[in-house]
């Protein structure tokens, strides 16, 4: 099993839709999450942190699951410029910093 | 303020060839990360330096591979005798700290021939 799992869709869309993308990790002790964007041939921005107790930022939701381990992301009213790359990243915490990258799920909103 | 950057932005080398790929962080950013990425797949962990030193290197995938950062703020990854399997985007990353957010540079395209 891989460390972090993320369906790699494309999820295809209408303008306006609500969209969710789970990621799925292995390490329960893993620590802290994150959800980074990518758009084509350009490099990860991160989007936003996962609290344990969830946050929002805009039309953006991330939560996290630890008693299942996984974490969400959630889209509403989805604009064609969210379009990209979603990547979910994990790091295990304990002193080490290394983070490890889901494969990323593709977005594609269309008019 | 100046964000990470890499030279060069794309490389092109034959099979056998030496490669060096330049990361500058941003100013004061004392995490420095390497990954590689390859199509469909996310960044691949290499290396991690914490000032001069590397703190993690378990991900470098053999021994033509190393990295250098010798004054703790530029860092270079040297690969020796590249293959076509070393053909991905090489990405840096900074932070100001190992536990901070990290701020990826645009990458360097590698492609061995």
């Known amino acids: 099993r891989k460390e972090v799992e993320q369906d790699p869709g494309p999820f295809n869309v209408p303008e306006g839709a609500t969209v969710a993308f789970n990621c799925t990790y292995s390490?329960?002790?893993?620590?802290?999450f994150f959800w980074y964007r990518q758009d084509c041939r350009k490099e990860p921005k991160l989007l936003m942190s996962?609290?344990?107790s969830g946050n929002e930022d805009g039309r953006f939701t991330a939560q996290l699951n630890r008693a299942s381990q996984y974490i969400s992301l959630l889209i509403r009213d989805s604009k064609l410029s969210d379009s990209a790359t979603y990547l979910c990243?994990?790091?295990?915490?304990?002193?080490?910093?290394?983070?490890?990258f889901g494969r990323g799920t593709s977005l594609i909103v269309h008019p | 303020g100046a964000g990470v950057s890499q030279t060069p932005s794309n490389k092109v080398t034959e099979k056998g060839k030496y490669v060096e790929l330049r990361c500058d962080p941003i100013?004061?950013?004392?995490?420095l990360y390497w990954y590689r990425q390859s199509l469909g797949q996310g960044p691949e962990f290499l290396i991690y330096?914490?000032?001069?030193?590397?703190?993690?290197d378990s991900g470098l995938p053999n021994d033509r591979f190393f990295a250098v950062r010798p004054e703790g703020s530029v860092s270079t990854l040297k690969i020796q005798r590249t293959e076509r399997g070393d053909s991905a985007v090489y990405l840096c990353?900074?932070?100001?700290?190992?536990?901070?957010?990290?701020?990826f540079g645009p990458g360097t395209r590698l492609t061995v021939l």
């Open positions: 100013s004061g950013h004392t995490a």
């Open positions: 390490n329960s002790a893993s620590q802290s």
């Open positions: 330096f914490q000032g001069t030193g590397a703190a993690d």
């Open positions: 990353a900074s932070s100001f700290e190992p536990a901070n957010e990290q701020f």
């Open positions: 996962v609290y344990s």
């Open positions: 990243v994990v790091k295990p915490g304990g002193g080490s910093y290394i983070p490890t």
